[in-house]
């Protein structure tokens, strides 16, 4: 193997790239990695179904239970990738040992077993509010409720969750990133466009009128197109967060599976990076009408993976969020996780400078060659370097320990 790999590299030298630094980058790239994966985004707090415009297809057995199965699972996860991560929670994913609590009753000690998982693991965490899956939200509105106590409610969840947010944040060490999305839309054309986003609006500016300190909790907000049940119309919308973000000292996050299909995320990057500091992603794979399927390795994933290495991997908050039932669960983590590493691994071994170069010189000929030219270099080979030096299966010998997994773990739960 490592014959190829020192093939790979001179390879690479020759377009002035350094396989080994790209391996020492890619490292450095932390994920987070969404927990709800696990149980098809069930959490622990009720047994009720999956609302909220998403959905979760299939029954693939042996799906985490509870938080110690999950644990499990992420732990399995974690031992088949390389490099340094942080999790990702929902609220609903809260430490109900003493009883289940209210949404808008969660407090920091809900979540002090996540943490010590977190720092045993030198782990970092980000949260979510879960405004679906609950009976205040079950006709699809939450913090665009015409109803006040309803948006009360859901106002005072996500105050919660901040300040849950910041706790964690500050016993980890690492600003733990808040993300709102909101389900709110409407199944046919409204006839009122202003006052649900104006509802919203006003519902944000309280929850983050409650300022904490930017080294232990960050927000972004998340827009949406369209869900399930909500075709005709989105109050988050991208129009509306962008601005929202822009004057409100809060990240926006880019979705991938939440615009039309011929958008780009990949584009919006870097406009959104003259703007603002940051941006935040979550990254998926968006199948007709779902937004949500294992992230594969595509020209769509590699195109963002090429401006994140561009603009700096510091400045992209990357997450990942998909939720498929129907195939083993820990291999459609591991799976997206090792995709969206390899991708990026492939945007480090491009020769970006050099393209840019041709572009601006406006030898358009020479950047479309030498970019077509790139595409079928070794990365592979430069890959299993990094699984190597990170003591984690490469090629698909990972998938063997899933299936131990699966046969001795996962077969007990019935
Ligand atoms: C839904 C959004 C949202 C959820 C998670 C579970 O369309 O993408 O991010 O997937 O919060
Ligand atoms: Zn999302």
């Known amino acids: 193997m490592s014959l190829i790999y020192d093939e790979a590299k001179k390879l690479y030298a020759g377009i002035g790239i350094d396989t080994d630094e790209a391996v020492k980058k890619l490292s450095e790239i932390s994920l987070s990695i969404h927990c709800w994966q696990g149980d098809d985004v069930g959490g622990f707090e009720s047994t009720g179904e999956l609302t909220g415009g998403i959905q979760a297809t299939g029954n693939y057995p042996g799906k985490a239970r509870n938080m110690e199965e999950l644990m499990a699972d992420i732990d399995k996860t974690l031992s ?9 929670l929902h609220a609903i994913y809260a430490d109900y040992s003493d009883g289940v609590v209210s949404r ?14 977190a720092k045993e693991r030198g782990l970092g965490i980000d949260i979510n509010p879960t405004l679906f899956s609950h009976p205040l939200a079950a006709d699809g509105l939450t913090l665009s409720h015409p109803d006040e106590k309803v948006r009360r409610f859901w106002i005072d969840h996500c105050k919660a969750i901040r300040k849950i947010g910041a706790y964690i944040g500050e016993k980890l060490g690492t600003p733990c990133l808040n993300n709102i999305w909101i ?7 409204p006839a009122d466009r202003t006052s649900p986003r104006a509802r919203l609006k006003a519902a944000l500016d309280e929850i983050l009128s409650v300022k904490y300190d930017r080294r232990y909790l960050v927000d972004s907000v998340e827009s949406k197109v369209f869900g399930i ?20 000292n809060c990240y926006c996050l880019l979705d991938n599976g939440h615009f039309h299909p011929t958008e780009s995320v990949a584009d919006k990057i870097p406009s959104m990076l003259l703007f603002s500091d940051k ?3 979550h990254v998926t794979r968006g199948v007709r009408w779902d937004s949500d399927h294992v992230v594969g390795y595509t020209d769509e994933l590699k ?10 991997p510091e400045k992209v908050i990357i997450g990942l969020d998909y ?16 995709n969206m590493q390899k991708a990026l691994l492939g945007a480090m071994l491009t020769p970006h400078e050099k393209l840019a170069k041709c572009q601006n010189d406006g030898n358009f000929t020479e950047m479309f060659v030498l970019s077509e030219e790139v595409k079928s270099c070794p990365v592979g080979a430069v890959w299993d370097k990094f699984c190597e030096i990170n003591n984690v299966p490469a090629g698909v010998d990972w998938y063997n320990e899933v299936k131990e997994y699966e046969n001795t773990v996962l077969a007990e739960r019935k």
Do not use: Q
């Open 80 to 88: 088949l990738v390389g490099g340094h991560h942080r999790i990702n």
């Open 104 to 117: 808008d009753k969660l407090e920091p000690k809900h979540f002090d077993k996540w943490i010590e998982f």
């Open 183 to 189: 389900p709110d839309g409407y199944k046919e054309t």
């Open 229 to 248: 049940g909500v075709e005709s119309y989105t109050v988050g919308s991208h129009e509306f967060y962008m601005n929202y973000a822009a004057l409100n």
């Open 279 to 281: 941006v935040a992603l």
């Open 303 to 312: 195109e963002i993976a090429k401006e994140i290495v561009i603009a700096g």
């Open 323 to 338: 939720f498929d039932a129907s195939i083993n669960r820990i291999a459609a983590w591991v799976m997206g996780i090792r």
